[in-house]
């Protein structure tokens, strides 16, 4: 008896050891070509960009190769009842891919400059050429600018499930709702970063379709600072809160404090009694 005990035993804590392999076994990233790393070290808190950088991969992404997303990515003409997101898990990788840096190109950086307005003398060929110029300086410019790299944790979301699932991303500016927290000195979580202000308004309707045991790949800021604690990254998907694993980390003791971030919220918000105004402070720092 105590001989098939032991068996049974065994036998499911082998199955649970495999299980968990099986979905932790993370992409192997390779980073792309870069002249610079820098260090991330801020004395505030700051707004959140997560770039997408591939979407469904399986064992690799090679950053050199550039991926352009396709309507097989995504999920179009759904209603909110019909999306499915659970069977998704958040990690961040402080372990396989520890040499892990990336390019993060803020969202003002990946647009160009727009051309000068039309004058009288203009003529819509002339337009066409300095719209041209323009778009190949910007081209350079990104090219240049993809080669700089700061220091960052991978990040992957992992469709568990056996069938398609949906990650919910802005339509308009194409990141994905995702903050990091850090444990304080009580041991509360608190944010260390927030969604942008000027981002929670307008389409946010659109969804990446993530395959059956596929990941989607991102990446978290590493910050460099005077406080060590343990840190988690907290994603949004259709108004339902995701938590990653706990990692340890360090931040500087005074990106805790959001009171600039709510100065500003009020700011342009200044009419607390508005319908919007709740759910858009939901938003800030995703409080689902």
């Known amino acids: 008896m105590k001989l098939l005990t032991l068996s049974i035993l065994t036998s499911l804590l082998f199955f649970s050891c495999n299980n968990s392999k099986e979905e932790l076994k993370l992409p192997i990233l390779i980073t792309a070509s870069y002249d610079t790393i820098h260090k991330i070290n801020s004395k505030d808190m700051v707004s959140s960009e997560l770039y997408v950088y591939g979407i469904n991969i399986k064992d690799t992404l090679d950053f050199s190769v550039k991926r352009h997303f396709t309507d097989k990515d995504n999920t ?45 003398n203009s003529s819509e060929n002339y337009l066409d050429s300095i719209f041209n110029v323009r778009t190949k300086q910007h081209l350079d410019f990104i090219k240049k600018r993809e080669k700089t790299h700061y220091q960052t944790y991978p990040l992957f979301i992992y469709n568990s499930s056996n069938s398609d699932r949906e990650v919910f991303y802005s339509l308009l500016y194409g990141e994905l709702d995702i903050i990091l927290e850090a444990e304080n000195k009580e041991g509360k979580w608190m944010p260390i970063e927030y969604r942008e202000i000027g981002r929670i308004c307008g389409a946010r309707i659109n969804n990446f379709k993530l395959k059956p045991k596929h990941y989607l790949v991102s990446a978290v800021r590493k910050y460099s600072g005077d406080y060590k604690t343990k840190l988690r990254a907290k994603l949004l998907v259709c108004d339902k809160v995701i938590y990653s694993n706990e990692f340890n980390g360090e931040i500087n003791y005074s990106q805790f404090d959001s009171s600039k971030v709510m100065a500003e919220f009020n700011k ?19 409080e689902f």
Do not use: C, G, M, Q
Request: net charge positive; charged share 35%; hydrophobic share 30%.
């Open 268 to 286: 342009r918000y200044s009419k607390p009694e508005i319908s919007y105004y709740k759910e858009k402070k939901k938003l800030l720092f995703l």
């Open 76 to 120: 179009k003409n759904f209603t909110r009842k019909e999306l499915k997101n659970d069977s998704l898990i958040l990690i961040v990788d402080d372990k396989v891919n520890t040499k892990f840096h990336s390019s993060e190109i803020l969202f003002a950086e990946r647009l160009p400059n727009p051309p000068p307005p039309p004058s009288e």
